[in-house]
Each structure stands twice: as C-alpha cells, then as structure tokens.
C-alpha cells in the first residue's frame, strides 16, 4: 500500500521526467484548484542565447530569489535573467497539510548531513534529512508556511554586530510592505502590512486541540497573542503563508503576479554551476549554467546575486574560488579569488519529534487516514478543511526557560510546535519518511498501541530556538554536482540539550494542564530503542531519547554571514557585498549573521525585500517608497 502511494506520488509530482517543458505547463496548469485566482498562472520559461547580456542574474527562485525578480524588475530598464534549478509547483504542494510529502519527492534536493554525534543517531542512515526547495519557489514551497518574525532584539543584535541598517526599526517597515495580511484583528496592527504580495491567513480550519492549548497556555499564565505583534512570549495559532487555505508560496506571491513583464525572463530546470568571476579585476562578470545537458553562459552588465540558500550559495561561492583558502586548496581550487570564511556560521533550529500523546476521545486529532477521506478532500477544493492545517501545526507557544542565556525575560528560548496528528498515527508512512524514522523503530515504539488509539494521538514538540551550537558546510568536491559536507554540530554546546530537556519538561506541563487532562491526555510510555536502560522520564533519558530522534526544523542559515567588511568573519558586507569582489551579492538564508528565534521564511523574505532597495540605492534609483 505504502509503496503504491510512494510511486503514484512520485510519478504524478515529479513530470521532471518528462523533457517537454510545454507538456510540463500544461500538465501543471491542469491541475490547478479552481476557481483560479487571476494573478496565479504558469511562469513562462525562457532558455537564454550563449554569451546572452543580463542588467542583473538572480541566481535561485526561493523564499529570497522571487522577491528579488520583483522588485529589480519594478525598474523598466532593467532586464533580469532568474535562474531555477527546478520546475514548477503544483496542485500537491498547494496543499498546506501535505508539507511533509513534498520532501519525498524530486521537489527537494535532498540533502544529508555528516553523522552527527549527538543527533540524528537512531536515524535513517544514522543521518538527518536536510530537505530543501528545488522548484520555483525554492524551501517556500517545501516548508510548514508557518509564518513567524522573531524578537526584536534578535535584529538588534545583528546591528550591534555592526551591521548598520539591520536594526529592528530600520526592518520592521520590509516585513510589512511585503504582507497582506487577512486576519481580519490583525489588520490595524501597527506591526501588520495590507495590501502586500504575501498573503498571512489563519487556517480557516479550527482544529478540535487548539482550544484545549489556549486554556492550557491560560493557565500556566501565558497570553493568547500575535507572537508577530509587541511580544512573542505565548500562546497562539500559527499564521500562515497561505492564500484561501492554499499555500501561498514565494513564487505565487511574487513570482506569478508579474510573469509577464516584459524585463524579467526566467529559465528553470538550470542549475547554475559556477559564477564567472574576473581573477584580475575581482569582478564577477556572469554565470554558467547546465540546462537539459546543455551548458550556457550569460553574462550580467550590473550585478549577480545569488539567492540559492544557505547550502547553495555557500557552494557555489566556494566553487567559483570564494571561499577559505586553505579548504580549497585542498580540494584543488585556485586561484582563491578572495578568501573568506564561506561555509562557517552555518546554524539551524532542531526539534524533538517521536513523542505521543494519546488523547481518550476519537475526532480530535489527524492522521492520514483521516486526512485522505473524500470529505476532507472536498471541503479542501472549497478553501477549507483539516488539509489547510499550516504542515500539520495547530498551535505555537514561545517561552523563556530557566536555562535561557537572556537576560531579558521577553526573549523566547524554546518554541513549542502542536501538531494536529503524530507519529503513531502515521499508518501510510509519510511523515515517518520525513523524519528519518525506520519501520522499525516505528514498530518497535507504537506497536503496544492498538490501531485505533494509534489514530487519537497528537504531539507537541519543542524547539531550540536560540542555539549556541554552531555547524559548518565544507565541499565535497570542486563539482557543484556533488552535494556538500555538512556537520551541523547540534548539542555541541551542552547547555542546547540541557534547554531542549527543559523544552521536553515544558511540553508535559502544558500536558499536565486541565485543559488537556479533561481528556485524559497521556504520554505514550514505550522507551525509545538504545535508551530503555535510562529511567522512563528521567532527564538522562530525555537527554538519550533527544539524541537518538532530533531532528532539523530545517532552518539552516548563516553560510555567508553578514559583517563590516573589517570584521574576519565576514563574507558579506552590511550591503550584502561579497567582501572583495565587485558586482555580486548574496541576499538570502546565508547572510543571516544569528539565526532569528523564529521560523525563518519571513525573515528571509524581508532579507529580499531590504537587498532589493539596497541594489536600487546603489545604481541611482530614486525609491518611491524607500525607507
Ligand atoms: C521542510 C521545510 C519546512 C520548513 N518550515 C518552515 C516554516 O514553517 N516556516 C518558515 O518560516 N520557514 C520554514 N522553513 C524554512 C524556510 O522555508 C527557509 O528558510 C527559506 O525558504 C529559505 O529561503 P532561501 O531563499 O534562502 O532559500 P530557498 O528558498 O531554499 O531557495 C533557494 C533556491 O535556489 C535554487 N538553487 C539552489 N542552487 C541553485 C543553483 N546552483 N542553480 C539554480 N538554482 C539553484 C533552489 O532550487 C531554490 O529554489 C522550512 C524549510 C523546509 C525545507
Ligand atoms: C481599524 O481602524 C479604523 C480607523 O481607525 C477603524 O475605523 C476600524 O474600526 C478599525 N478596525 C478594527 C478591526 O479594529
Ligand atoms: C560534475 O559531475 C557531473 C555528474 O557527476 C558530471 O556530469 C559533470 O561532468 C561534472 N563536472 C565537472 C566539471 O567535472
Ligand atoms: C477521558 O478522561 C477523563 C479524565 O480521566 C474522563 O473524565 C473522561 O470521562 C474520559 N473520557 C472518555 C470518553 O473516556
């Protein structure tokens, strides 16, 4: 059955396999939900000449690279190549609740880590998952659509690195211009932007668990709030990047409205392979790209800027020669052209995920069976339903735990994530694909449940927010083919597990809350495989069972951090420069100098947002609405 599934999906989503590119947008186009909404359709794809001249290249359609399209394209004169490793989205990836399906398939790029000595270590490959966008559109379309700004002081802290510009009040104005937001108490919020590209809706599905979790946060004395809004500490429903309850990607929101312009062309199924840099002049002067086993070159009058990711812009200096020298020498590229600490700074959110909890009444929770029943899929073609679940997520909590190294009290140092289903609900195997979990760890953990409470389960899963361990992303080889090197190094930093036990304590007080016990709410109690030595419950337990099953909130940034150009650790500059060489930028995940305690999508696109006027400033462009 399982099997059946995988191969249907695979064949249906992935119509990479077919070389007509024609085929491909009809095919896509046909699957569209209707009614249509008119500023969505198919982006033309263009494949340049050899030696074709470009104002600007954007290398990668992700979170960052749409909006870039946008906003240099807003410039009449400017022509604009967007260069896309993938294809298009389609109606699969609308579906918000199927978030973790997506990372099955060609959609992602599919990378893993090294092994990591304190994660991932019961893991499929003994390895963890790190999935990333390969469509227009990029990880935007892949992710949870949670759509979650961080504290304030987590920006002000990136301009006390010396990063002038990037302080909470000088970018709070980017995170409201880009968003249109439909909640309807939420639309005089000083905080909040209407009339945006990007649309942030609540799920219109209200699911049975989330009054439950706003009691439970009530009575642990935590707010029920716009965690967006003044403060983040407390309990909320999560806004989403979604659009009439259909994910409301990068590239629907910023992309498919301006298909047409005249200025922008766009090229999928290309991936870049390396950026022309002058060695004399220290220039960047284009790029080179394989379409269809086709190698073509392009040449930028003004500038590239790469919008690839934290994995791949971080490659893709390193192997066009920007990069440290010693790391590429050793992989026999030369000449270094600038020698930068490319790669390092690399962070990420990690979460514990395997845990249950079993509720006593049916109809209050999902799991794939429920979620494939032609009501439910009926109610979704009308906007609606339990399949418009944000990934599955129907409640945030955001708390200051007692091994939080912030002073300050209004800062977040764990994320609580609900989940309107779990694990031990998982009957098809999609979510356990996801994380990473074998059949047989999944037998031997859930098979003491009986089916039928396997279906009434659901999770709440803490995140670390605000880590101090800290991974770094090396070659693998000079090929960009060749996926990178990646040691994330989570709990390198002790006190990062002792906060995620914290996270794990936290979760079983809100467990423990009235609000939940009404239901007779427990946790399922069958130890992890490799920790049934430890005392159940026990902290040296959590602390094993964290280890064996954490996985990434894939979140990654950081590869090419943002710092004065002074600073030894800077690979870009406050302006997003690439430190040393003229006409390239990197404007996406990568420059993020500390990860925000937050998920990071709308970080990234006001990244975009900000990079855009910076590029505008720089050539003469009078900004109309520059702030
Ligand atoms: C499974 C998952 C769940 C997530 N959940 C959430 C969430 O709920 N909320 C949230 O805020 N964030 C979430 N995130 C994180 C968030 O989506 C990312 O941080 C964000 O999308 C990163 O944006 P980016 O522009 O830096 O990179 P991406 O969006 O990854 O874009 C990079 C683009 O560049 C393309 N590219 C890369 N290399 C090349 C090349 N050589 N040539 C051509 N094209 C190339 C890629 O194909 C991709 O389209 C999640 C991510 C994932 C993967
Ligand atoms: C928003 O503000 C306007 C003008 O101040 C007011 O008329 C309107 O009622 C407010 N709406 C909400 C939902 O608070
Ligand atoms: C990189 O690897 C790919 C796939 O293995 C191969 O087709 C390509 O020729 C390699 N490129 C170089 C420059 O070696
Ligand atoms: C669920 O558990 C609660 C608390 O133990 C109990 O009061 C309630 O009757 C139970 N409900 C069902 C349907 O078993």
Known sequence: MRWFVYLFCIVAVDAQMFNSQRFLDFWTDLFRPLPRNPHEGIVPDYTPENQEEFDFIVVGAGSAGCVLANRLTEVPQWKVLLIEAGGNENFFSDIPIFAAFLSLTPMNWGYNSMPEPKACRDLRGKVCF?????????????????YQRGHPEDYNDWARMGNAGWSYDEILPYFKKSENVGIKELQNSTYHGVGGYLNIEYSPYRSPLENPFKQAGEELGYKWRDPNGEKVIGFSKPQATMRKGRRCSSSKAFLEPIRFRPNLKVTKFSTVTKILIDPLTKTAVGVEFMKRNKRIQVKARR?????AGAIGSAQLLMVSGVGPKDHLDELGISPTIADLPVGYNLQ??????????????????????????????????????PLTLPGGAAGLAFVHTKHSQDVDTSRPDIELVMGAGSLAGDAIGILRSLLGITDDWYWRVYSSLPYSVRQNTFVINPVLIR??????????????????????????????????IEGVRMVQKVIGTKAFQRYGTKLHTTPFPGCESLLFDSDEYWECAIMQTSITLDHQVGTCKMAPADDPSSVVTPRLQVNGISGLRVADASIMPRIPAAHTHAAVVMIAEKASDLIKEDWGIPIDNFI
Request: proline content about 5%; charged content about 15%; hydrophobic content about 45%.
């Open 130 to 146: 790190l999935p990333r966008g390969r469509v227009l559109g990029g990880s935007s379309v892949l992710n949870f659509l949670i």
């Open 303 to 307: 500038e590239v800027v790469l919008a």
């Open 348 to 385: 990420d959110h990690v979460t514990f995920s395997g845990n249950a909890f079993i509720i006593n009444q049916t109809g209050m929770t999902m799991n794939d069976m429920s979620a494939a029943s032609p009501f439910v899929a009926a109610a979704y073609m009308t906007g609606r339903g």
């Open 467 to 500: 880590p101090n361990s800290v991974g770094r992303l090396m070659l693998r080889s000079p090929n960009f083919t060749d996926h990178p090197r990646i040691h994330l190094n989570y709990f390198a930093d002790n006190n990062d597990l002792q906060t995620m």
